[in-house]
């Protein structure tokens, strides 16, 4: 395909009018295998398999991005999770077997600030040794993708022992490159200089291409995208830009603060031509787009002006282990009770294919037009 045939042109537009009137993905899976092979995964009820885990492993975390922790909410005062109550990193582990058993194929480690959770090494370790396993005749399953989502701060002494252990890539949140506009945002006074440092330590240890997300805010960071695509364009890392999404109850969402991600194509295609690309899979969140001259890849999250229920995949596991089966819920299922009272591998799994096969959730796709989920899980909680 050419670049010229390729190429999407898409409008500027001003606002967004009401997310209900936006087109929607479209369900991709083809869910109809039940036969309890590894390449038939338990599907919801709207015919969505289970593909993804993420597991949060602290609900701490050094910065406090308004987007994400703001500091009247997030201050000396509030109860964190105390240390008995989080998973150990054995217990992790099993539930993460479970999870592959089912048909993940993807682990990512959140936070809060992962890198905050003393020896998270010792767990990628063991995570790294899981085995997918063989499909209905007797094939390999694909390598588990064991990846981790941090803010940067420190992973410049972390990325060589992480990589050492088997983590494979990094996401590094980062949402400008003007040092001023970076410390505000994370409010912590915390130089963008340093964050950097983290992502070049990450690729130098083998942990690339490092993806850099960025959470946009109209009037507060937009300016600075034009400047996050040609820092790095030609580097081979992946920049992806996330419309601030109205996750939990403590970040002050208004729908004047999004930036429409085809409004954010629009103005790096201008400077920047850009073609779209196929995803890597059905599910993944991020719409991929590649620069016409070969120079490097981008994507955008766009959950809020395209939602993306409709083939979403992602199990979520909070750090006291309460399964999640959307990042807008409001309750998980306890897995932590059953794993500390001697449930067996098979219990284990039938606990979360069961949570799976009876989830429902596409708050995305229904946003504006039903009431929020009272009590929403926070961001810094459960990860993104």
Wanted: glycine share 8%; proline share 5%.
């Amino acid at each position: 395909m050419s670049a010229v045939a390729s190429r999407r042109v898409i409008p500027i537009v001003d606002r967004v009018r009401s997310p209900a009137d936006l087109p929607l993905r479209s369900p991709a899976f083809d869910a109809s295998r039940e036969d309890g092979t590894a390449a038939s995964r338990p599907a919801d009820r709207l015919g969505r398999p289970l593909h993804d885990l993420r597991i949060s492993v602290t609900d701490r975390c050094n910065f406090r991005c308004t987007y994400c922790m703001p500091k009247d909410v997030f201050d000396r005062d509030h109860a964190y999770l105390p240390h008995t109550a989080l998973l150990t990193f054995e217990e992790i582990e099993r539930v993460a077997r479970s999870f592959v058993r089912l048909g993940v194929e993807k682990i990512r480690l959140t936070g809060g600030e992962p890198l905050l959770r003393k020896d998270l090494e010792r767990l990628v370790a063991r995570l790294s040794t899981i085995e997918p396993p063989p499909d209905a005749d007797g094939r390999p399953g694909p390598a588990l993708d064991l990846t981790l989502t941090t803010n940067g701060s420190l992973l410049r002494r972390k990325a060589k022992a992480l990589k050492a252990a088997g983590l494979r890539r990094v996401t590094v949140s980062l949402d400008a490159l003007d040092d001023g506009r970076f410390r505000a945002m994370n409010d912590v006074d915390f130089p963008v200089r340093d964050v950097l440092a983290g992502i070049d330590a990450a690729a130098d240890a083998g942990l690339g291409p490092v993806k850099i997300n960025m959470v946009v805010k109209r009037g507060v960071n937009d300016d600075q995208v034009v400047a996050m695509a040609r820092r790095f364009r030609g580097t081979g890392h992946i920049v992806r830009f996330i419309e601030f999404m109205d996750v939990g109850a403590s970040n002050g969402w208004r729908l004047d603060e999004v930036v429409p991600s085809r409004e954010l194509v629009a103005r790096i295609a201008a400077v920047l031509p850009v073609e779209a690309v196929e995803r890597d899979y059905a599910g993944e969140v991020a719409e991929r787009w590649r620069y016409v001259d070969g120079s490097g890849e981008i994507g955008f999250v766009s959950s809020v002006t395209q939602a993306f229920c409709g083939d979403c995949s992602r199990a979520r596991l909070s750090p006291e282990g309460r399964l999640f089966t959307c990042l807008f819920a409001g309750r998980g299922i306890d897995l932590r009770t059953p794993l500390r009272d001697g449930t067996t591998d098979a219990g284990l799994g039938d606990a979360i294919a069961s949570a799976w096969r009876a989830r429902t959730d596409r708050y995305s796709q229904l946003r504006g037009s039903a009431p929020a989920t009272d009590g929403r899980i926070e961001m810094s909680y459960i990860g993104g």
